[in-house]
């Protein structure tokens, strides 16, 4: 597609269950970055996956976060058993590599809201 | 989880006026970079610096990577109301690296 697509723009959800966040980055784009971003506040870094490299997931907050990604294709950020500091927006971007001089472009988000 | 330091947290000023905003870091960061986000959407990449000392500009935007590569500012020169947003800086240390963020810089112009 011409941009990065997220699914769902929006989610509510009970405190306890598990969401699935979709992230579809831009064809041909290699590298792919989850961040998280609470009301008023900057991007905090989740994962990053390059390639067939092993994903750098020392951004991940616990361990009820994890992500996949398949091959240079879509991306889930799946959250186990929510809780309602979960509540925020889900940002997704993706770049065509890992090179400092590549550029990141960013989804519109899933807006997280855990009852 | 890791983030810059950026400064001032909001700013309220006059149409016309010139504004500045600032990011630090206690660790080098070998690019340094400026994004707008706009209510409902993700942010969008305004300038990309990649050698200390560095000066671009793009149109009434300018911004400067620190020589000691631990600090950048961003100048909006003639403020517009468009220029509305919250302002991201982000730095990062190498290729294959995560891009750290700002806290933002949230601008408000009134005309």
């Known amino acids: 597609g011409a941009g990065v697509s997220q699914s769902p723009s929006n989610k509510v959800t009970e405190k306890g269950k598990d969401v699935e966040l979709r992230c579809d980055p831009i064809s041909g784009h290699t590298a792919l970055y989850w961040y998280r971003q609470r009301l008023g506040q900057g991007l905090e870094f989740l994962i990053y996956f390059q390639g067939n490299s092993a994903p750098d997931k020392s951004g991940l907050p616990s361990d009820r976060f994890s992500a996949e990604r398949t091959g240079e294709s879509v991306s889930t950020l799946t959250i186990q058993r929510t809780q309602q500091e979960d509540s925020a927006v889900y940002l997704c971007a993706s770049s065509r590599g890992s090179g400092l001089d590549e550029k990141l472009f960013f989804g519109s988000g899933t807006q997280l809201s855990v009852l | 989880g890791q983030q810059l330091n950026q400064s001032p947290q909001s700013m309220f000023i006059q149409e016309g006026e010139d504004v500045s905003m600032n990011c630090t870091s206690s660790?080098?960061?070998?690019?340094w970079l400026w994004y707008k986000q706009e209510p409902g959407e993700g942010p969008v990449l305004l300038i990309a610096l990649y050698k200390a000392g560095e000066l671009t500009s793009n149109g009434r935007l300018t911004a400067q990577f620190g020589i000691t590569r631990k600090d950048s500012f961003l100048n909006i020169s003639a403020s517009i109301p468009s220029d509305v947003g919250i302002y991201f800086c982000?730095?990062?240390?190498?290729?294959?690296?995560?891009?750290?963020f700002g806290k933002g810089t949230t601008l408000s112009v009134s005309s």
């Open positions: 660790s080098i960061f070998n690019t």
């Open positions: 982000a730095g990062q240390r190498g290729g294959g690296t995560a891009l750290i």
